[in-house]
Structure formats: structure tokens, C-alpha cells
């Protein structure tokens, strides 16, 4: 009997399509919900709207929402009370964990970044029509439309940190969980541990061994205050303002729930690996 | 078949098994039972291998049921108490789960569910929890693995349906296949055993033919039977 087997992942991959199909709809519309009040918002606040806060309130949604739905998907893996059917599924726990995280991971993320761009574009278009219909009245800041989306933007060729950033994102997961499946005694703590080691080793990737060069000015001016000032080679210098205080509140919240949630589901998909090996 | 040998089961550091062993055979019909908390549950779920006995081992056709091995799981089918079913028409079962099990008929799904009266057509949540085990029980036996574990599969089935189960059950057994059922319903399914086992008090209080066991208690009543047993049993603790 094969270890791993495409047959038997891509019958997982439509099983989880079947079981899940509504949830994901349910979430995928939520963010829908939200970009169409974030843009609502953007566009009745002109040039007033703080364009920080509000991609940064997307982006914790989006990576919230992702990790619950992932964290969920690993709980009922182990659960032996509502997860049953999945436990005695004939497949192994390889194989469940690639089709939890082609749909959790892959899919919903990428829905959620091409819903964005989605977003974005209609966002420039109406404020591009308002702008000419009078020029005086709605003159939108540049930033806001650079800046508060994670957007086809982050993708481009001039943009390294963005598209860093999310390949990151995504390769953390795969290779933490991964990993959780391999790791048999103390996991739980070695998981964190290397999910921790993950981001400072970035942090290092980074600023020291990338062509991208970044500065943080860390200051207190009442609140406390962080900079980052980004260097492409040959591009020039982009500047990333996290100095507004309910922005870098929410940035390190951020980085908060996605350490905790990845912590979960390594401890539940932990679980599950337990009992079957 | 299945051999459990010298088993000891504890949980949340309270006894429910000590030093039990037990065999069953391929085509027989088993039923299991036991007062309330006695373990009946546990037992189907450590053949399944859903959980792993304290001390001792299990062994079904060569396999260890908590390895979970694919090959051993695509011979045992287990139908709980309770369930959750997803939300698409029971014939869509059959493309989700069907391909998973080499042995599994699409035929005699649809025969099976034809049978309980369930159409094929239904959206599994807008059914009842009846109808929904009649579903998953049709599915069950459309699997055709050598082990079927079934909880107490007649809770919330009307009269008729009990009696298609019954003959559903004896019709889908054959010579390679088990199925233990876990019941406190003796009387819906009594005609259908040919072996029983009694889970008392962290014992096997008997473990035998249905044809012993009325020898046993002098009455065709298996619920009689199992009566007799139990207070033999109080009577041989009281000395």
C-alpha cells in the first residue's frame, strides 16, 4: 500500500470541496462584505481616510479568518466525537493534512488577495471617475491607493517586501505543519519554538542577506512609534508609515493572532498524528 | 478475525476494562451488551481505533486497529450514535466518500436506500435524524468492508425501518464479514444475533452463541438471558 497517493488526495481534495463548500462561500463573502465598506468608506472620507488602518484591518480579517478556518479543520481531524468520519477516512494523515491545507491555506488566501485586487481596481476606477468629474473636490491621496489594500501592487516586480511577505506566510504554514507531522515527542513546544525562530530568522533574512534593505525607527512620542523605510536596488526607496498608534497596535496584534493561530493548528493536527502513529 | 487479547482500558484514570479477551468470527452478526457506562461504546471505538487500550493488544486480520493503516481502514466502517452529515444529496455520498472503499457497490447504495424509502435525491440536513441514519446505514453496508461497527443503529427508527435493517443485515452478510453491534435495544434486532457478548463491570460476563446463551437462561428471551446472567453474576460477588 502506497504512503501517499494523488488518487486518494484528490478524492480528500473533493471531499473537503463538498463538506466545506458553504462555509468557505460564507467566509470568502464576508471579506467581499468588507472591502465593499472599506471601499465605501475610502471613498466618502476622500482624503481624510487613514489608508494604514484600514489594509491593515483587511489583512488581520483575511489572516484571522484563515487560521480559524485552519486551526478548526486540524480540530476535527482528532476530535473523536464530530470527527469520526474524518478519522476512519482510508487516507493518511499526509494526505489529510495537504487537502486541509490546498483549500485552508491555498485557496481561501489566494481568493481572498485576487478579491482584494478585485477591489482595488473597481476602487481606482470610481475614484479616477470622481476625480474627473471635479478634480477639486476629490483629490485622493496617492498613498491610499498604493497602500491600503494588499493588492496587485504587492505583486508587482518594484514591490519585493509585500510578495516576500505573503510567499512567507504561506511557506510557514506548509513547512510548520509539516514539520508537526514529523515531530514526535515535545512538539508542541519545538512547533512554537520554530515558529518563533521562523519570523527572527526572516527578520535577519532580510535586513541583512536581501538586496532589500530596511530601517525601523522605533520611537516615543506619546505612542509609540515605528518606521520602516524599505530599499530596492535600482528602484528607490519606499516607505512603509506604521507611525500612527492604533496602526502598529494592530500590526503587532497581528502578528500575535498569526503566531496563535498557527500554534493551534500545529497542536491540533499534532494530535491527530499522535493517535495515528 | 478480530482477537483482543489481554486488554486493559482506563479512562480519565477510571477502570472500564481488566485483562479482557475476546474473539470474534467473520459472518456472525455479534451483539454487544452492557448497562449504561459499561463500555460497549469504547469497545467499538478500540476496535476501530479510534482509541488505544491502556495495556494490551487488538488485532483485526493482522492489523492494529490505532495504526490506522489504509489498508485496515478500508475494511472497517463504523456508524456512531450520532453523526454529522454533510450538507448535499444523499446520492452525492457516493462520489465524496464511495471512492474511497475498494469494495463499495453504488448499486447497492441506491438498492439500500430504496429499501429504507429514503430518496436518493434528499438533502441529507433537511432530513431527520432517522431518515439520516438510514442514509448512513445504507452507506455503511454499501461499503462492504469485512468489519462493520454499528452504535446502537435502531435509535430513532420508526417500526418499518427496523425491519428493513433487519433484513438488510442478514442479507449483506457473508462469509468474510463481521458486524458487532453495540445495543440496548436487544429486542429490535434479538432474531439476527448468532453471538453475544456482556459487558459487565469491567468484565465479560458472557461471551458465546445466541444458541448457549438461550440454553443458558432456558428462554428464547435473549433479554430474559441477559437478566439471569446479571444476577448470577451479583449472586457469585455476594460469595
Redesign the interface.
Known amino acids: 500500500m502506497k504512503q501517499f497517493s494523488m488518487k486518494r488526495l484528490s478524492n480528500l481534495i473533493t471531499t473537503w470541496w463538498f463538506e466545506n463548500k458553504f462555509s468557505f462561500f460564507r467566509s470568502v463573502g464576508f471579506l467581499f462584505l468588507l472591502q465593499v465598506l472599506v471601499i465605501w468608506y475610502w471613498i466618502s472620507m476622500n482624503r481624510y481616510a487613514p489608508p494604514h488602518v484600514l489594509w491593515t484591518l483587511l489583512t488581520m480579517v483575511l489572516l484571522f479568518m484563515q487560521g480559524q478556518r485552519i486551526s478548526n479543520a486540524f480540530k476535527s481531524l482528532h476530535d473523536t466525537e464530530t470527527g469520526t468520519q474524518w478519522l476512519l477516512l482510508p487516507a493518511t494523515p499526509h494526505e489529510k493534512f495537504i487537502s486541509i491545507f490546498f483549500w485552508n491555506s491555498l485557496v481561501f488566501l489566494i481568493s481572498g488577495i485576487f478579491l482584494s485586487i478585485i477591489m482595488e481596481k473597481t476602487a481606482l476606477l470610481i475614484a479616477e471617475q470622481l476625480y474627473i468629474s471635479n478634480p477639486i473636490a476629490y483629490e485622493f491621496r496617492d498613498v491610499g491607493t498604493n497602500e491600503f489594500f494588499f493588492s496587485s501592487d504587492y505583486f508587482s516586480t518594484d514591490n519585493g517586501f509585500m510578495k516576500m511577505l505573503w510567499g512567507f506566510w504561506l511557506a510557514c504554514q506548509f513547512l510548520f505543519y509539516w514539520a508537526a507531522i514529523r515531530i514526535k515527542k515535545g512538539s508542541n513546544i519545538l512547533s512554537a519554538l520554530i515558529l518563533m525562530a521562523g519570523f527572527y530568522i526572516y527578520g535577519f533574512y532580510i535586513r541583512t542577506l536581501h538586496p532589500i534593505f530596511f530601517k525601523k525607527n522605533t520611537g516615543w512620542d506619546g505612542a509609540w512609534e515605528v518606521n520602516y523605510h524599505e530599499y530596492i536596488e535600482g528602484v528607490g526607496e519606499r516607505n512603509y508609515d506604521l507611525n500612527e498608534t492604533l496602526t502598529s497596535c494592530l500590526q503587532i496584534s497581528l502578528i500575535a493572532v498569526c503566531i496563535y493561530l498557527l500554534y493551534k493548528a500545529c497542536t491540533n493536527l499534532i494530535r491527530e498524528t499522535k493517535i495515528s502513529q | 478475525m478480530i482477537e483482543v487479547n489481554n486488554i486493559d482500558f482506563y479512562y480519565e484514570n477510571k477502570l472500564v476494562y481488566k485483562d479482557i479477551d475476546l474473539t470474534w468470527q467473520p459472518g456472525h452478526i455479534a451483539a454487544l451488551l452492557g448497562a449504561n457506562g459499561s463500555g460497549k461504546t469504547t469497545m467499538l ?1 478500540l476496535l ?5 487500550p491502556s495495556n494490551g493488544t487488538i488485532s483485526i486480520a493482522g492489523e492494529t486497529p ?6 485496515f ?2 475494511n ?3 456508524v ?1 450514535e ?3 452529515l ?3 444529496k444523499a446520492s ?1 455520498l457516493v ?3 464511495g ?3 475498494p469494495q463499495f457497490s453504488a448499486t447497492q447504495f441506491l438498492q439500500n436506500l430504496d429499501a429504507f424509502e429514503v430518496p436518493a435525491e434528499s438533502n441529507l440536513k433537511k432530513l431527520s435524524f432517522g431518515q439520516q441514519k438510514k442514509v448512513w446505514l445504507s452507506f455503511a453496508l454499501a461499503c462492504n468492508t469485512n468489519l462493520l461497527l454499528l452504535d446502537e443503529p435502531t435509535n430513532g427508527l420508526d417500526i418499518a425501518s427496523k425491519a428493513t435493517l433487519r433484513k438488510q443485515l442478514s442479507a449483506q452478510l457473508n462469509t468474510n464479514r463481521c458486524i458487532v453491534v453495540s445495543t440496548h435495544q436487544v429486542r429490535d434486532l434479538e432474531y439476527l444475533f448468532d453471538w453475544v457478548t456482556i459487558i459487565e463491570k469491567g468484565d465479560i460476563a458472557w461471551h458465546d452463541s445466541t444458541e448457549n446463551l438461550s440454553a443458558y437462561g432456558q428462554t428464547e428471551s435473549m433479554e430474559e438471558s441477559y437478566l439471569r446472567i446479571l444476577r448470577n453474576q451479583e449472586k457469585l460477588i455476594q460469595q
Request: hydrophobic content about 50%; cysteine-free.
Open positions: 471505538r476501530a481505533g479510534l482509541l488505544p490505532f495504526a490506522r493503516s489504509v489498508p481502514l478500508q472497517i466502517f463504523m456512531p450520532s453523526f454529522e454533510p450538507t448535499v452525492m462520489k465524496m466518500y471512492s474511497f472503499y
